[in-house]
């Protein structure tokens, strides 16, 4: 398991722009299906300013499936993407919002391909982790709360199977990700990340 990169989050108090829906995979210069993130929180984190999550959804494609949107700019796609990417539905107008008070964490439920996923959110607390799939559609709402404010430590993993994958144009790819101008070792398309543990630093040992 290699380190693709970090990145802090911090929402203010009363700080109201939403993350909107996405998923992580889909910025990314990698293919593979082992991409990963653990979400650790530095704050008391409540339902209403937690993560939401599509639960399941990594399922549903490849992991590059929806077109990336700025999370400023209101929510518009990236331009420049091809191939296959679709843009994602408005998830949040079509969920179906459900009320259950012994499982505060669930939002509602997500209809695709004929079945009903969950959407949930958790609540945490500074040293917790939140671990999910890449491919994993997720958003966050604003931090509403007038005291605290909401940050979080997010670390990016990538497996054995992620190579590095020529992006239709590069400068669309997640800025802190390495980019093959800035890289120490230039890896080529298809070659293993695990390749330059210079860029990727190795967080596990692989085992025989």
């Known amino acids: 398991m290699n380190l693709l990169y970090d990145q802090l989050f911090v929402k203010e108090v009363l700080y109201d722009s939403v993350t909107p829906w996405h998923q992580d995979q889909a910025y990314y210069a990698v293919e593979g299906k082992q991409i990963g993130s653990t979400w650790v ?21 490849t992991g590059r499936d929806w077109l990336p949107t ?13 191939g296959k990417m679709k843009p994602l539905p408005d998830i949040d107008k079509m969920l179906i919002s459900t ?21 949930r959110t958790f609540e945490v607390m500074p040293g917790d982790v939140l671990l999910f799939h890449g491919a994993c559609l997720h958003a ?10 909401r940050r979080a430590l997010a670390i990016r993993w990538v497996g054995d199977d992620c190579v590095w994958l020529e992006k239709d ?12 101008a800035n890289m120490p070792r230039d890896l080529k398309a298809g070659e293993p990340l695990r390749l330059d543990e210079v860029a990727f630093p190795r967080g596990w040992p692989r085992t025989s």
């Open 140 to 149: 966050a709402p604003g931090n509403p709360s007038n005291t605290n404010r």
């Open 41 to 61: 929180p530095l704050d008391p984190v409540p339902h209403e300013s937690s993560m939401l999550y599509l639960c399941g959804s990594h399922t549903w494609g």
């Open 70 to 82: 700025r999370f400023i700019q209101n929510a518009e796609t990236y331009e420049g993407f091809t």
């Open 99 to 119: 009320s259950d008070e012994s499982d505060p964490g669930l939002v509602g439920q997500f209809a695709h391909d004929g079945k009903l996923w969950d959407v």
């Open 169 to 180: 144009d590069p400068n669309h790819q997640i800025p802190n990700t390495p980019t093959a």
